[in-house]
């Protein structure tokens, strides 16, 4: 890989800029296809619209052209984040289960005495509001937001900051119950059925979970299967 | 087609791996799973990184073909040129080794430019 490919594509991914790196096979010539912009002498514009659906999918592969020739598009999303609002049991669970999945956690509580360093010690630990916490770490298409503190104070702000962004996935732990009283207070707070749709709740598959761990794990089930599928079992 | 993913957490990042490898003057060659046929164990954009002295990181499969690519891609890293690299993994074979992938991959090695 010549080296300004190699450093502009480091620096896209350190802007958290989606890009594509196309490898024309087996010749190896390499360009960049971003969104809204190509490098110049880069792909044909068969290639470049590959490119950018390959972008939008996050999905990897080779294209073939219509004369037998080959490239591969190497996808290069920015990274999957995590927030989980509650640094609750679940979360001590979820959070490292989460990271070996490849997402970067962060756990937000403004209650002290729940984000301590011995329940959690290698995670990111915002003590913020989450709807404040969340406005500012802009969240992406790549982000997920997970309610798991059952108080409506904390979790209902926490909710209408996910809704308004492109966060694939919004999940809320709590009852059938609880879920409902959810869904009555934040449609009076100006959310219609389209965007109460988003909200997973109760949260996770119903694989029959219990305690921290196999509640994570349902989570984690429901999480991939929208991330990968855009829909769960 | 598989997904390819860049990770972040928990997870060593090849190219960020392969950037310090490089700052550090070591010279390196990335090697990419850009196809995948049948069952294989890890996906397309799966990468393997892989200095001079054939140290590495990350990788391409579930063990069976990584030695063959390390002994490539020392050969890249000596030669600048790219490789295309077929895999099939016999079931047979995949027994011998005690994997269970069975599937064939394509393999594109590269060097980084110093």
Same mark, same amino acid.
């Given at each position: 890989m010549r080296r300004d490919v190699f450093e502009r594509l480091m620096a896209a991914r350190a802007d958290k800029r989606p890009v594509a790196l196309v490898t024309d096979l087996p010749a190896g010539y390499q360009s960049l296809v971003f969104a809204d912009e190509v490098d110049a002498n880069g792909p044909a514009a068969d290639v470049v619209a590959a490119a950018r659906a390959a972008l939008q999918s996050g999905i990897s592969g080779i294209f073939e052209r219509s004369d037998g020739t080959r490239a591969f598009l190497h996808v290069f999303n920015p990274p999957l984040r995590l927030f989980l609002v509650g640094a609750v049991h679940i979360t001590q669970a979820l959070a490292p289960m989460a990271s070996m999945l490849g997402y970067g956690v962060t756990v937000i509580d403004p209650?002290?005495?729940f984000t301590t360093p011995a329940r959690f010690s290698d995670v990111r630990v915002m003590e913020?509001?989450?709807d404040a916490a969340l406005a500012d770490e802009r969240l992406d298409a790549r982000s997920a937001v997970v309610t798991l503190t059952h108080d409506p104070k904390l979790d209902d702000p926490a909710l209408a900051s996910a809704l308004r962004s492109e966060a694939f996935y919004i999940g809320c732990l709590g009852s059938r119950r609880t879920h409902a009283r959810r869904l009555e207070r934040l449609r009076a707070?100006?959310?219609d059925d389209a965007a109460l749709a988003r909200l997973h709740g109760p949260v996770g598959l119903d694989i029959g979970a219990r305690s921290p761990?196999?509640?994570?794990?349902s989570i984690l089930a429901q999480m991939t299967a929208i991330l990968r599928r855009g829909a769960a079992p | 087609m598989a997904e390819a993913e860049t990770l972040s957490g928990g997870v060593e990042d090849v190219l960020e791996t392969a950037a310090r490898w490089r700052a550090q003057g070591r010279r390196v060659a990335i090697a990419t799973v850009? @196809?995948?046929? +049948? $069952?294989?164990?890890?996906?397309?954009?799966s990468q393997l990184l892989v200095d001079?002295?054939? @140290?590495?990181? +990350? $990788?391409v499969s579930g063990g069976c073909i990584e030695s063959a690519v390390i002994g490539e891609a020392l050969e890249v890293i000596a030669s600048g040129a790219p490789?295309?690299?077929?895999?099939?993994v016999s079931n047979e074979k995949a027994w011998e080794l005690g994997l269970s992938c069975g599937g064939k991959v394509q393999v594109y090695v590269e060097a980084l430019e110093p």
């Open positions: 209650r002290r005495a913020r509001w989450p707070a100006g959310f761990g196999e509640i994570a794990t | 850009v @196809e995948t046929w +049948g $069952s294989s164990p890890r996906p397309v954009g001079e002295n054939g @140290e590495f990181l +990350g $990788s490789r295309l690299l077929d895999f099939g």
